[in-house]
């Protein structure tokens, strides 16, 4: 792949709170159970940030970053695409609703392609422009969804009634969105679930199949993003590739931690209602199947502390008060370790954490000032 240009940061004024905890139990295993996981998920991990690490700082991202992608089996994917170059394919621009929207395809692995939609401000000219990648969680036509391709009347309503079209947002604000199907998520790219055998679940008939040849479906996800980064460095008309910000909700939260962790061209993060602890201090899992990573836990680290690969570049992170997928007490501790490890940077305002007051979806008003100002948008 094409070595990019790393993105630029920029400070912000925005800092670390912890506001009111919602409520929700993940204790509710039998006493063996939880001594069971207690042994389990008790192990030191082994490679968790620690002022002490031989070398500093980044030699310790550097150790990180290459077990990360070796646990996600990103190399392995590497290896099993050798010699394939993503290729894409645009059909003609639509003026929709104030702005233009366009449908591509690339083909990042032989036979893999992944739909996409590029929305453009109207009167951009010849400026070039920062760009949003827009990655959707567990719906099957959530990127759709977020560019704000509609069913029905009543599809629209109820999106922008819970501010569901972050595409649509990010174009408002003057930047190029970029909002691919999510493999494994999006029904125009999943694995069949032949017999119900997964629960009739794809993501999990990806992730089975994936685990099975060395893979992950997270390294998967990671992998077409970045093949969409690469392209958008290189060939996307307009696009400044030094402004690059990435958003997410649930699913879509999880990959920007991971996207943003591994690509420093990912200039600002925003994973919202998914960035916490694997589980919770009895062992309760917190995300779904499909973002699982063998050994990640005592091979690598907690996911805060794989959200601080991200550092020295923005992280916004948020989580709702009525969102009864996450716990406030895991919660709260992975944003303490957050706030501790960009404070040992003196970074303190490039991570921004708030509780907000409704449930499991996007929350804009936290998070578009923010991407503005670290977009270099007026």
């Known amino acids: 792949m094409r070595i990019l240009l790393v993105a630029a940061m920029v400070l912000t004024s925005f800092g670390f709170a912890i506001g009111e905890q919602p409520t929700g139990r993940f204790d509710g295993y039998s006493d063996q159970e939880r001594a069971y996981l207690k042994r389990l998920n008790g192990q030191p991990a082994a490679l968790a940030y620690t002022p002490e690490y031989p070398g500093g700082f980044e030699a310790w991202q550097a150790a990180a970053r290459a077990k990360l992608k070796d646990l996600i089996g990103f190399n392995r994917i590497a290896a099993h695409a050798a010699g394939h170059l993503p290729t894409v394919q645009l059909e003609r621009e639509t003026l929709v609703d104030g702005h ?65 079209n972050p595409g649509v947002q990010a174009v408002r604000q003057g930047c190029i969105a970029i909002v691919p199907a999510t ?57 400044d590739a030094k402004r690059i910000g990435m958003l997410g909700n649930s699913g879509g939260g999880v990959l920007t931690v991971y996207v943003a962790a591994l690509d420093k061209r990912i200039a600002v993060a925003h994973p919202s209602c998914s960035l916490t602890s694997y589980t919770s201090e009895s062992g309760y899992i917190f995300h779904c199947d499909c973002c699982m990573i063998p050994g990640v836990q005592a091979e690598l680290a907690d996911m805060p502390d794989i959200a601080a690969l991200t550092i020295p570049r923005q992280l916004v992170v948020v989580h709702g008060q009525r969102d009864s997928l996450h716990s406030a007490t895991a919660v709260n501790e992975s944003m303490k370790r957050l706030a501790f490890i960009y404070s040992q940077r003196n970074l303190d305002d490039r991570f921004l954490f708030r509780w907000q007051p409704e449930g499991h979806r996007f929350y804009p008003s936290v998070y578009w000032p923010v991407m503005k100002r670290a977009l270099l948008l007026n």
Not at 223 to 238: F, N, P, Q, R
Request: charged share 20%; aromatic share 6%.
């Open 100 to 164: 233009w929207r366009q449908l591509g395809r690339i083909e990042t692995e032989p036979g893999i392609t992944i739909p996409f939609w590029i929305l453009r401000p109207m009167a951009a000219g010849n400026q070039k422009l920062p760009v949003v990648m827009c990655a959707h969680g567990h719906d099957a036509d959530g990127w759709n969804t977020y560019a704000g391709v509609y069913k029905d009347k009543e599809h629209q309503t109820a999106t922008e009634k819970k501010q569901g």
């Open 183 to 239: 493999r494994g998520l999006a029904k125009s790219n999943s694995i069949s679930d032949l017999n119900g055998r997964h629960g009739n679940r794809a993501c999990r008939a990806q992730l089975m199949h994936c685990l099975l040849a060395g893979r992950t479906a997270i390294g998967e996800r990671v992998w077409d993003t970045t093949c969409l980064l690469d392209w958008i460095a290189s060939d996307l008309v307009g696009a």
